[in-house]
């Protein structure tokens, strides 16, 4: 489990009128790996959470094609995570970054 939680994080933006929040999960070549899967399920179990609560909640992926597989990271869990229940419409993608230093600028 620390795996899911040392790459996926939760923001939160908070005003007199506004609560907002966004879950990151970050790029990870081996997509079918252990690892991914418990990446994607502690940022969609986030994501829930945090919109249950009633907040504007955005789920950030990132990762570009760095396996050369036809489909970007970002790509690849935006459709894991809608899989899970996370509508398409409140998932953001950063397809550019090819390592996970490039996620953060």
């Not at 829930?48 to 504007?56: I, N, P, V």
């Not at 955005?58 to 970002?74: I, N, P, S, Y």
Request: glycine share 8%.
């Amino acid at each position: 489990a620390s795996a899911g939680r040392l790459s996926t994080m939760a923001l939160e933006i908070r005003d007199n009128a506004l609560a907002a929040a966004a879950v990151v999960i970050l790029g990870f070549a081996h997509r079918h790996s252990e690892a991914m899967r418990l990446r994607l399920e502690v940022g969609v179990a986030e994501y829930k959470k945090l919109a249950s609560e009633g907040r504007e909640v955005w789920l950030v992926v990132t990762g570009g094609d760095t396996q050369q597989a036809g489909e970007t990271e970002a790509a690849f869990m935006t459709s894991e995570c809608s899989r899970r229940g996370v509508p398409a419409a409140k998932i953001l993608r950063e397809e550019l970054s090819r390592y996970t230093i490039e996620n953060a600028l």
